[in-house]
């Protein structure tokens, strides 16, 4: 099988509560059946008349884990945190198993201002998350563009010394299979009879290894930041877009990069040739949430009361494409860049390509956020005359912009090493544009 691609709706919402009116249920209605229907409100963007549902189904099956899993998403997607909350913590214990109740408490803690518990909750999700290989798989079958990613990622942890010896015989595998391969073949397949599969699924059953990335004494943020000419420059452009120069401290700056270079965490492989890691997959780290704290801090007036919703890396290959055209469902999206700029050998390009249009507002959200429909968003940007507005990479600049905004990874051209990979990070605060 394949390496799950797990894919994660990006927001959490903010709006005024509905006011639930109880209905009376049909006699053929089930919670099973209300679920149902609660979901296909939900994923159409009708956030409230689903919430109405999810409602219905818990009066019928008090002790039904969806209903109150999706009651409680539904109300952190509509900002009602301390009711996301109840619903999710009453959720808990009727499958503490699942890795989507702690995801979702993770956010719901983000957003109440306590990290820790969003990091127990994440760190929760991330060890109950089922593994790439499952103990009853015949074949270990990986992209070759994450398989290779991965064995460079492992000689590396090897330079530093942080393998064990499990560890070390799961390289010893990873080269082995690498240089008996066909280096075109677009998967690397292992067979369980194998005398390499076995080293091979510790790695991908397994957290091989996690970097502190613990917080910065003195700040993460460059101190020297102006807060208010930041402020007002992002306020006054249209379209709203802020580059930043400098963004973080030295330490902050290489504590994520230490943590993107050498925690095991790519767990996403991305059909165009990139690698995710969203906060349950392990992506979550002290150093991330005080990034976050210190930028709502520095920049009251773009951030305002939003939440943040979600936050996830990517890890890109020096052949491949980046992320194709989109928006994102949220106000504010925080977008930076890690790899220093040595390594990127077009210094014009590498980095963002902003387009001044926004989604159409009778669009859903997998109109302007799935890869399958970019043909569709071209023709829509033709149609409107949008123009691309070129931001390049730079290692440690930040790009915060309206995250209506459509935008896409620019020509990737860096150099071909481990350690020149493009890696960038994403923060996304406020609501989905479903519930504005």
């Not at 959200?365 to 033709?382: G, K, W």
Request: net charge negative; with cysteine; proline share 6%.
């Amino acid at each position: 099988m394949s390496a799950r691609d797990l894919n994660e709706r990006a927001a959490i919402r903010t709006a005024q509560p509905p006011r639930i009116q109880k209905v009376d249920n049909k006699p053929d209605m089930t919670a099973d059946t209300l679920i149902k229907q609660g979901q296909n409100e939900f994923y159409t963007g009708n956030l409230e008349s689903a919430l109405s549902t999810f409602e219905q189904a818990k009066q019928l099956s008090p002790q039904h884990y969806q209903a109150w899993l999706f009651s409680g998403f539904t109300c952190l997607s509509l900002g009602h945190f301390e009711d996301a909350l109840h619903n999710l913590q009453t959720a808990l214990p009727l499958k503490p198993t699942d890795p989507a109740v702690h995801d979702y408490l993770g956010r719901c803690w983000i957003a109440l201002g306590d990290d820790d518990k969003a990091l127990f909750h994440f760190r929760e999700s991330a060890r109950l998350r089922p593994p790439a290989v499952a103990a009853d798989d015949d074949v270990l079958k990986v992209p070759a563009f994450r398989f290779r990613h991965d064995l460079e990622q492992m000689t590396a942890l090897d330079e530093k010394q942080k393998l064990d010896e499990n560890a070390r015989a799961c390289l010893a595998a990873f080269r082995a299979v690498w240089q008996t391969s066909d280096s075109t073949a677009p998967a690397i397949s292992v067979d369980r009879q194998s005398d390499h599969f076995k080293p091979l699924s510790l790695f991908y059953r397994t957290r091989v290894h996690l970097e502190p990335a613990s917080k910065v004494i003195g700040g993460a943020l460059n101190p020297d930041l102006d807060s208010e000419a930041l402020t007002a420059s992002y306020l006054n452009k249209n379209p709203q877009i802020l580059v930043i120069d400098d963004f973080l401290s030295p330490d902050a700056l290489q504590g994520l990069r230490d943590y993107c270079t050498y925690s095991t965490i790519w767990h996403q492989d991305r059909p165009s040739g990139y690698l995710a890691s969203t906060l349950p997959e392990n992506f979550a780290c002290p150093l991330l949430f005080q990034i976050s704290n210190e930028l709502t801090q520095l920049l009251p007036g773009v951030i305002k009361s939003h939440r943040l919703a979600y936050a996830w890396g990517f890890k890109y290959d020096s052949a491949l494409s980046g992320v194709p055209v989109h928006a994102d469902d949220a106000v504010v999206n925080v977008n930076f860049w890690m790899t220093s700029d040595d390594a990127n050998r077009s210094p014009n390009t590498g980095g963002l390509i902003i387009w001044d249009k926004k989604p159409p507002a009778q669009w859903n959200y997998d109109a302007y956020n799935n890869a399958t429909n970019t043909d569709a968003i071209r023709d829509f940007l033709q149609q409107e005359g949008a123009k691309g507005i070129r931001i390049p990479h730079r290692a440690n600049r930040v790009v915060i912009f309206d995250s209506d905004l459509f935008h896409e990874t620019d020509e990737i051209d860096f150099k071909d090493d481990y350690l020149s990979r493009r890696v960038n990070m994403t923060l996304l605060y406020g609501t989905c544009r479903a519930s504005r």
